[in-house]
């Protein structure tokens, strides 16, 4: 348990009234109760998003939580009562580094140091990210992307930790297809039984 946050098992039934998480968030969500400077406490109700994946951390901030519920990404000043970032819906796993989380969802990726200093990828991928890693401070994998032919188009990717910048490698999969022409001859409509 650490001092500063608690997760709840439940929204509090008396006492102070819980902050949703986001504003006019009134479905239960992930209670979390937060310790504020000057010992007071505060319980927020954060949404949930589209995974089962939960976490909480402290940042290298003073007043700081990371929080994923269920995939969504909050950052939380414990001070303030509110969250001061939001983002993403589909975070499953993140993997720590130095100063820095990388989370990693199906569709996105983001790399959060603190408050002012992250970068959101976007649905950088359209089906599954996986085979992430971490080798000299550049975060690579691949995405996986299906196409018409049931397959996966697998197209590698590496993001420089010190500047969040994505790269992408060419396609590693491409299925060949072969096309036969066939013509026809159109015939009156009183020999298409013949």
């Not at 269920?70 to 100063?99: A, L, M, T």
């Not at 990693?104 to 983001?110: E, H, M, S, T, W």
């Not at 299925?175 to 009156?188: N, R």
């Amino acid at each position: 348990m650490n001092s500063n946050f608690e997760i709840l098992k439940g929204l509090p039934p008396y006492g102070k009234m819980y902050v949703p998480i986001p504003e006019g968030n009134w479905s239960e969500g992930l209670p979390v109760e937060f310790t504020k400077d000057d010992g007071t406490k505060w319980v927020a109700n954060i949404e949930y998003g589209k995974e089962g994946f939960d976490y909480i951390k402290e940042l290298k901030h003073p007043t700081e939580i990371l929080i994923i519920s269920n995939g969504q990404c909050f950052i939380i000043d414990r001070n303030q009562e509110k969250s001061i970032v939001e983002f993403g819906f589909d975070f499953k796993k993140v993997i720590e580094f130095e100063n820095k989380y990388c989370l990693i969802g199906n569709r996105n990726i983001a790399i959060i140091e603190n408050s002012n200093n992250y970068k959101f990828h976007e649905y950088v991928c359209r089906d599954i990210i996986d085979n992430v890693k971490i080798d000299n401070g550049i975060l690579s994998g691949i995405f996986n992307e299906y196409n018409a032919w049931d397959k996966y188009d697998k197209t590698e990717f590496f993001i420089d930790l010190d500047s969040f910048e994505l790269t992408k490698a060419k396609k590693v999969f491409k299925p060949k297809k072969v096309t036969e022409i066939k013509t026809t001859e159109s015939k009156k409509w009183w020999e298409i039984w013949k």
